[in-house]
């Protein structure tokens, strides 16, 4: 999401689609977990919605991928560039949830004084990073670290390569499937944390390897319509079967290395790619949408946090009413929280 550097319309309507999926994953999975066993008419609408936009972080990946592994850089002006416009916007935002979680506190559990208010931010942080959205920042920031590096590698290979190394990737992924990698808190497993991102990395050489593919045909937005569809079944399935198997929620197959996974975000990928909007309207929304996604991504957590205090959660009404409306008005407030941002003075430097 932060990686944007070209005007390309369908690069744009696929970071707005990742957005939207973002949102939706943490609009629908508490109707996941929350009532399982309890009403499964609303659980299996949120493991459906669930399992359809399992490809939204694995797309930020290609999309960082597609439209920078094909660069040359100059390191200093590409750490440069790429830390001012993700560190510094998410420093700001570390402070503001920090903040946050401190007021949201019943008044007995709140800190008081300087030290016993560090040492609980200094807790927060080791045990889910000050919010459990920002493990993706803390990712791309490390991967950004090596961006340089890995495209200078990639553009050397012959495409039979990059189908080579693309496919050692999936078994590596694979035959990891099985062990928890550490990806929300820093207390420890800095191996399995530190793993987890280099996983996560074969994202970009598919983004890369894809948008050098040919425009995409008729025939191949079929097949790539057919994939996504069995995708979201076999993932909705699976849960369920598994879930049954153990005697209680497991949620193994709504992972971002999953094969399954994989094969939606492929198929989300090849969908839009190439693709024309032509309504002015839509144009323009998806647009807005993709030019906002990092502020949009780092705020939107703290826009559920107040809805759900104020009652608006998908428990208002049937979730096939409250699940998008939800994440309607999480995008709409956070979009506009972003947009009054920029136009204060300095404001574009922390909003993301």
Known sequence: MVSKTENIQWLDSLRALAMLGVILIHVSTPVVKMIYGKNME??????????????????????????????????????????????????????????YRWMVLIPKLQPHGFHTTIQWAVNLFLKEGVSKHFWYIYMILFIYLFVPF??????????????SLLLGWLILSLIFKSIPLNLYDWSGDYASK??????????????????KLPVITLKKRIYSSVAFVLSISISAVYTYILSRKTHQLDLNSYGYLTINTVIQSFSVFLLIKDSTIKN?????????????????????????????????????AHPLISLPLVTLMTLTTSFMIIYVLRIIPFGKYISG
């Open 280 to 316: 002015r309207f839509v144009s323009k929304v998806q647009y807005s949408v993709s030019n906002y996604s990092y502020g949009i991504y780092l705020v939107h957590i703290l826009v559920l946090g107040i809805f759900f205090n104020n009652g608006i959660f998908w428990t208002m």
């Open 150 to 163: 890995i495209g200078k590698g990639v553009r050397r290979l012959k495409d039979s390569f990059l189908i």
């Open 194 to 211: 530190f793993f987890g991102y280099f996983l996560h990395t074969g994202y970009l050489v598919l983004g890369y390897y894809l948008v």
């Open 42 to 99: 609303y659980w299996w609408i949120g493991n459906i919605v669930d399992s359809a936009v399992r490809f939204s972080v694995p797309l930020f990946l290609m999309l960082s991928g597609a439209t920078m592994l094909g660069k040359e850089y100059k390191l200093n002006e590409f750490y440069k560039r790429r830390f001012s416009r993700v560190l510094v916007p998410f420093l700001f935002w570390l402070m503001v949830y920090w903040v």
